[in-house]
């Protein structure tokens, strides 16, 4: 997204280099909006820059006094210096050839399609073709057209800002396009789709100006595209579980230093970001120690395995366990000790030196079994209901049809289970039930409701 902008805010600029009578100096807001391109996308900013900096380089030519030419460029290769040190150091790590993988995908199912370019796409997800395809063809057609004329437009009256913009965002797409991974195919395509739309936007109101029915029929049909299609994608957005995340926010301050650490759960920003303090790695991924399962073989990348099914030497190498709660997990070796527990996440730790065996191992409390909508409680006390798989809208419980807690918007990557919440119980026989609401209102709740799996109630105090 800031990509975008910065393309956007260095082709406005070049009306600077249009007027000869203007200062060579006239020329520096332009060079802080590439630097800060070249900030954003590293050097492979340079190729959206092309045109602009074709245009620059014809009206420096035309100065007179080389002196100024000169120290504009010298200013411009210290504006660059940061973000070429940085490129340097990412290009030595091997990231240039997976930029070139067509097999990299990153989180697509499939490479793009190119229509995709005009930012029109009625679908929820992005990654998969509308259901309508047929009424999409119609949409991006009109907008293809209506673009077309805003260049022509632009052109005729010498407004050189609007063809730059599109010729260089136009340009990087394809040529991503042709040399990249489909998953930085996918980018350029995000980068250079707002300088599509503009230009049919422009294209439809002169239209507008010169013709008002036909012009108020393609701004329509324009505007019935983008909206269309950012309210679908308004309503299958996936939210992150920002409860959850803010646990791993709180975990990472309080136990920063406190490292290495090990997280079970496949959980993308849990290690890479809120956990970075800890020295923290994961089980299934992003790992400097190779933590194996008990048979010996590697944890499959995207899994969250139960900490039993580790190897305890491996295992013990962490000092600390960022573990998921849940009412079917085992406990942890018995040198690790629970030194934190919130709604979502458990702490273990062990003392710094220890004998590395594998110790002896316990497992929590055992659910309580449910028969059909129903669960015996042998003893009145605390009891915890838990839910399975993610959620998308908001899911409440009831026990005995009262509500006993409820959560909303909650991503797992696995069989994850998600507390929500504790009620008191007496012995004897209890009726639990569960209640899906989604709101076509809420962003993520316009989509399907997630299958989530049962319902499970534990004893509130399971581990020790």
């Not at 983008?226 to 308004?234: D, G």
Request: proline share 6%; net charge positive; glycine share 10%.
């Amino acid at each position: 997204m800031a990509a975008a902008a910065f393309v956007a805010l260095a082709a406005a600029l070049t009306s600077n280099a249009f007027d000869a009578r203007r200062s060579v100096l006239a020329l520096l807001p332009l060079g802080v909006a590439a630097a800060a391109l070249v900030g954003v996308l590293s050097i492979g900013a340079l190729v959206w820059l092309v045109p602009v900096g074709g245009v620059v380089a014809s009206s420096v030519l035309r100065r007179r006094s080389s002196v100024r030419p000169l120290a504009l460029a010298g200013a411009g290769v210290v504006l660059l210096i940061p973000s070429l040190v940085v490129a340097r150091l990412i290009l030595g790590k091997g990231v240039l050839s997976s930029v070139r993988d067509k097999a990299e995908f990153g989180n697509l199912v499939a490479p793009l399609s190119p229509l995709q370019v005009f930012g029109v796409w009625p679908a929820g997800d992005f990654r998969l073709r509308p259901e309508r395809m047929d009424v999409a063809y119609v949409l991006i057609a009109v907008l293809a057209l209506a673009g077309i004329g805003g260049l022509l437009v632009a052109a005729a009256r010498r407004a050189w800002e609007l063809p730059l913009y599109v010729g260089g965002a136009l340009g990087g797409a394809v040529l991503y396009g042709v040399v990249a991974s489909p998953w930085i195919e996918g980018k350029a395509f995000a980068i250079a789709s707002p300088a599509l739309l503009l230009a049919a936007a422009v294209g439809a109101l002169t239209l507008f100006r010169a013709r008002r029915i036909e012009g108020a029929v393609v701004v329509g049909v324009i505007a019935l595209g983008v909206v269309w299609s950012n309210v679908l994608a308004f309503g299958d957005v996936t939210l992150a579980p920002r409860e959850q995340l803010t646990e791993l926010e709180q975990i990472g301050k309080h136990f920063g230093g406190q490292g290495p650490a090990l997280m079970t759960e496949y959980q993308p920003y849990g290690v890479r970001h809120f956990l970075r303090n800890l020295d923290a790695e994961r089980a299934s991924e992003l790992r400097r120690r190779v933590v194996p399962l008990r048979d010996g073989s590697t944890v499959p990348r995207a899994t969250s395995p139960d900490i039993a099914a580790l190897l305890p030497e491996a295992v013990l190498e962490y000092r600390t366990l960022v573990l998921r709660r849940t009412p079917v997990g085992s406990r942890p070796p018995t040198q690790y000790r629970l030194a934190w527990q919130g709604r979502f996440y458990e702490v273990w730790q062990r003392p710094h030196a220890i004998a590395v065996s594998a110790g002896s191992r316990s497992a929590c409390a055992g659910a309580l079994r449910l028969a059909g909508a129903s669960v015996s409680v042998p003893r009145t006390g605390r009891y915890e209901l838990w839910a399975a798989g993610s959620i998308r809208g908001e899911l409440t419980a009831f026990v005995d049809d009262r509500p006993a807690g409820r959560i909303r918007h909650q991503v797992n990557h696995g069989p994850e289970y998600t507390s929500l919440g504790q009620v008191e119980l007496t012995a004897g026989v209890h009726t639990v039930s569960s209640r899906h609401r989604l709101s076509r209102l809420r962003p993520g709740e316009g989509g399907e409701a997630w299958t989530t799996g049962p319902l499970v109630v534990t004893p509130a105090s399971r581990c020790s």
